[in-house]
């Protein structure tokens, strides 16, 4: 059973276009998060979730919402998208709290033409 | 906010030999310090972590750190490195507030 998993691992889309990932983890795990990685494979933190508290990177674009219909799942919804969104997207789990080790899904690699 | 730095962008050594990867960080209190290790096209894998206590911590596949509070360093070490070693490497320190940040991470190539 995989413990992370993302949808889709792939995504090509044109400027302008509103887009989601989704991602759901198996593990009862309380906090969440999605994370941008560059073409240099720079990794940065873009959201953390639980079910208290939303914690936004400051330097996320308001195009960007993370949205949680329950506990398992936590879906990235990117509007107007722009070439320099392309990036693999991470999702990842936790028990609550970053002190905790965090389960990465495999990623979702999108391209924006 | 904290901050890690990883020297090294790309390091080559020989199946067998030793290896040190480097990793400094910033942070005003307590360090929580992970290592992670991603194969090409997939997620990230946690090798260890330390949160307190013994300053030297094992980790999964024979890799070991050691964290050095005057020296503001995590550095991961493996005795004999295999083929299978190779991959991208990133340490992380962690905050009370839910932030993770990431080196930039560093690339292993094994030589046969």
């Known amino acids: 059973d995989t413990a992370v998993s993302q949808t889709p691992k792939y995504l090509v889309t044109q400027m302008g276009n509103d887009k989601s990932i989704k991602c759901e983890q198996n593990?009862?795990?309380?906090?969440m998060y999605w994370y941008k990685q560059d073409s240099k494979k720079f990794l940065k933190i873009m959201f953390s979730?639980?079910?208290?508290?939303?914690?936004i990177n400051e330097t996320v674009p308001n195009r960007f919402s993370p949205k949680s219909p329950d506990k398992a799942h936590l879906n990235l919804h990117i509007n107007s998208l722009e070439l320099g969104d392309s990036a693999v997207y991470f999702c990842?789990?936790?028990?609550?709290?970053?002190?905790?080790?965090?389960?990465f899904g495999p990623g979702t690699r999108l391209t924006v033409t | 906010a904290q901050s890690v730095t990883q020297p090294d962008i790309h390091i080559t050594v020989s199946e067998g030999a030793s290896l040190e990867l480097r990793c400094n960080y910033s942070?005003?209190?307590?360090?929580?310090l992970f290592w992670y290790v991603q194969s090409p096209g997939q997620g990230l894998q946690l090798l260890l972590k330390?949160?307190?206590?013994?300053?030297l911590v094992q980790g999964i596949k024979g890799f070991e750190a050691e964290f050095k509070r005057s020296q503001s360093s995590f550095n991961l070490r493996k005795p004999s490195v295999h083929w299978s070693d190779a991959a991208e490497y990133f340490c992380?320190?962690?905050?009370?507030?839910?932030?993770?940040?990431f080196g930039a991470g560093t690339r292993l190539t094994v030589k046969p």
């Open positions: 593990l009862g795990h309380d906090t």
């Open positions: 990842a789990s936790s028990q609550e709290g970053s002190l905790h080790e965090q389960y």
């Open positions: 979730y639980n079910n208290k508290e939303l914690i």
């Open positions: 330390y949160f307190s206590g013994d300053t």
């Open positions: 942070y005003g209190a307590t360090p929580y």
């Open positions: 992380a320190v962690g905050a009370r507030n839910n932030d993770m940040r």
